[in-house]
C-alpha cells in the first residue's frame, strides 16, 4: 500500500517562500507520476505541478514562473518549491502519486499567503 507523507507548509507573508516535500513508501513500479494537488476552502482540488519519473514535468498556467516542482528517485521524494506566493495560493496541498491508473494521496498540509 502506498503512504505519502507531506511536509514544508505554513504561514508565510506574500512574497515569501516555501518548499514542500512528499516522502512515498510502498510503491513497486519504478514507473510513476508525482505531483501536487491543491484545494482552496469552497473550491474543487487543482492541479498545481506534476513530474514524471523521467522528469517531464507540467504545471497550471496560475503557478508557472513561480513555482518549481522536482523529485528525487532515489529518496522517493517529490518537491514543489514556491515562491513569490499570492494570497490565492492558500490552501490545503496534497501530494498524489500516479501508479498506472492507480492514484494515492497524502493526507494534505495546509499553505496560508497572509501578511
Known amino acids: 500500500q502506498v503512504q505519502l507523507v507531506e511536509s514544508g507548509g505554513g504561514l508565510v507573508q506574500p512574497g515569501g517562500s516555501l518548499t514542500l516535500s512528499c516522502v512515498a513508501s510502498g510503491i513497486i513500479s519504478s514507473i510513476y507520476t508525482m505531483g501536487w494537488y491543491r484545494q482552496a476552502p469552497g473550491k474543487q482540488r487543482e492541479l498545481v505541478a506534476r513530474i514524471t519519473g523521467g522528469g517531464i514535468t507540467n504545471a497550471a498556467d496560475s503557478v508557472k514562473g513561480r513555482f518549481t516542482i522536482s523529485r528525487d528517485n532515489a529518496k522517493s521524494t517529490v518537491y514543489l518549491r514556491m515562491d513569490n506566493l499570492k494570497p490565492e495560493d492558500t490552501a490545503v496541498y496534497y501530494c498524489?502519486?500516479?501508479?498506472?491508473?492507480?492514484?494515492?494521496w497524502g493526507q494534505g498540509t495546509q499553505v496560508i499567503v497572509s501578511s
Open positions: 498524489n502519486v500516479q501508479v498506472g491508473p492507480i492514484g494515492s
